[in-house]
């Protein structure tokens, strides 16, 4: 890999941000750095956000429409790998599979649904949601950049709901988020941001406590045709903890209201019995 000429792809702030380029004729290579850290490594939003972005251009022209994504190994800092493959499914989607790996050991595998959109069909069937204060004007919440690096690339507005850590009895916060580096608003910047909050059993606790991502899965809601950087309203709340498993379902939804994508995560608890 290392002899081959690495090919930038269209700049923009995610590819800026992980330097993401591509290698040969089906690689590309992406760094995440310890800035993008989360509370016990890479941030995980962010080889989702990558592997989105891999399977875009392996179909370009196309639109970004699922992704099922499976972590299978713990990463590091620094380059990963991400390799697609192209099948297709009837007689326009597309299901490109993009493994995902580090010095040789695999890290995720992803299936990410792509095909056009178009105006066959019913109408738009809208779901938006009850109306809430938009950004502006709202506090911005910090988290600290020590405890958990990748605070400081976000712009996070909580609008309502627990904290985290305050010990509340309700698993659930809500809040704008948007990112410093400012990012196009597409299928890879939405699944970045629907992991940018903690796990939604937080406002639970009164101590942080490892729940690792094992596996994540979104659907696009709506066309994203205006790609301009903008806030997204971020709403998680965990629909079960037991057994040493948390589910997380996340909605993420524009200014107006419209519903941009859905997505739901199951983690893993660790440590808990010892607490």
Not at 26 to 50: C, Q
Not at 119 to 148: F, M, N, R
């Amino acid at each position: 890999m290392k002899q081959l000429t690495a090919q930038r792809v269209a700049a923009d702030g995610l590819t800026e941000a992980f330097g993401v380029a591509r290698v040969g004729d089906a690689r590309w290579v992406a760094t995440i750095d310890e800035s993008w850290f989360g509370w016990s490594g890479p941030f995980g939003g962010a080889i989702v956000a990558l592997a989105v972005r891999v399977a875009a251009e392996a179909v370009p022209a196309t639109s970004v429409r699922a992704v099922d994504l499976r972590f299978v190994g713990k990463p590091a800092g620094g380059e990963l790998l991400f390799v697609p493959s192209v099948r297709e499914a009837g007689r326009r989607p597309r299901i490109v599979a993009v493994a995902v790996s580090q010095a040789g050991r695999d890290v995720a595998a992803a299936s990410v649904t792509v095909g056009h959109v178009s105006d066959a069909g019913p109408g738009d069937i809208l779901d938006l949601g009850d109306p809430v204060p938009g950004p502006d004007g709202l506090a911005q919440y910090g988290i600290p950049a020590e405890i958990v690096p990748i605070g400081a690339h976000l712009d996070l507005r909580p609008v309502d709901g627990p904290l985290p850590l305050t010990g509340a009895g309700e698993a659930w916060m809500r809040a704008w988020i948007s990112t410093r580096e400012p990012m196009a608003l597409d299928a890879a910047y939405l699944g970045l941001l629907a992991d940018c909050l903690p796990p939604a059993m937080f406002p639970t606790l009164t101590a942080p406590l490892a729940v690792p991502t094992v596996t994540f899965s979104m659907n696009i809601t709506a066309p994203l045709d205006d790609p301009a950087p903008a806030p997204v309203l971020v709403h998680t709340r965990n629909i079960s903890t037991s057994g040493g498993w948390s589910v997380d379902d996340t909605t993420l939804r524009d200014r107006s209201g419209r519903l941009l994508a859905s997505a739901r995560q199951s983690r893993r608890v660790v440590g808990w019995s010892a607490r």
